[in-house]
């Protein structure tokens, strides 16, 4: 069974770092078919693709973050890590890994999620 | 603002049968495979259609889906109430190497 869990803080001050991490199973994060997504949802607002990475450490992220994003892996924990510099109030919201398939580009499975509360 | 264009809302009656519509362009629809998602209230989204059309297991024939040129659309026959809830388009961008989502639709069953 494929399973993810994505653990984190639940509330970080303005401006601090917000470090994530996805925690899989089921799966390892070496197939190269298959790489994990972060996606976020806001308050009231629509879901947020924010980065993803597969395998052969290919990696990309949203433009309107990417100066602050950084998504790594570290297979031999199966856990993949998101990070997010000098977070705002903008950045509340509801964080979730997913499973993503290669080539034809879905999310197949998704972690529960977690929530975020940027506030000071 | 969503890359992916959705409707805000759609409605229907028990029973009755919706059509959620989502619109791209050449980089992202028409290059690319759609995927839907259901994200129903306290839940975690789920994957409905993957490939423009093809259903994972466990998913019932009630929903389907299409795609022709930079428009896809997702049918959802026989509704339920607990069909209630949001439900978002997604695919990759080739033009801005990245994932993208619909604004997102939520459905109403009266």
């Known amino acids: 069974q494929v399973t993810l869990k994505e653990s984190g803080p639940v509330l970080v001050k303005p401006t601090e770092t917000l470090t994530l991490t996805c925690t899989v199973s089921?799966?390892?994060?070496?197939?190269?078919?298959?790489?994990v997504s972060w996606i976020r949802q806001s308050p009231g607002k629509a879901l947020e693709w924010l980065a993803h990475i597969f395998s052969n450490d290919e990696k990309s992220s949203t433009a309107s973050l990417r100066s602050r994003l950084t998504i790594s892996e570290d297979p031999s924990k199966s856990q993949v890590v998101l990070t997010i510099t000098n977070v705002d109030p903008v950045d509340t919201g509801a964080y979730y890994c997913?499973?993503?398939?290669?080539?034809?580009?879905?999310?197949?499975?998704w972690g529960e999620g977690t929530t975020v509360t940027v506030s000071s | 603002q969503s890359v992916l264009t959705q409707p805000p809302s759609v409605s229907a009656a028990p029973g009755q049968e919706v059509t959620i519509f989502c619109s791209g362009r050449f980089s992202n629809i028409g290059n690319n495979p759609v995927s839907w998602y259901q994200h129903l209230p306290g839940t975690a989204p789920k994957l409905l259609i993957y490939e423009n059309n093809k259903r994972p297991s466990g998913i019932r024939d009630r929903f389907s889906g299409s795609k022709s040129g930079t428009s896809a659309t997702l049918g959802i026959t026989g509704l339920q109430t607990g069909d209630e809830g949001d439900y978002y388009c997604g695919a990759w961008d080739s033009s801005l190497g990245a994932g993208v989502f619909g604004g997102g639709t939520r459905l109403t069953v009266l």
């Open positions: 997913a499973r993503t398939v290669d080539f034809y580009y879905y999310m197949d499975v």
């Open positions: 089921g799966f390892s994060l070496s197939d190269v078919k298959m790489g």
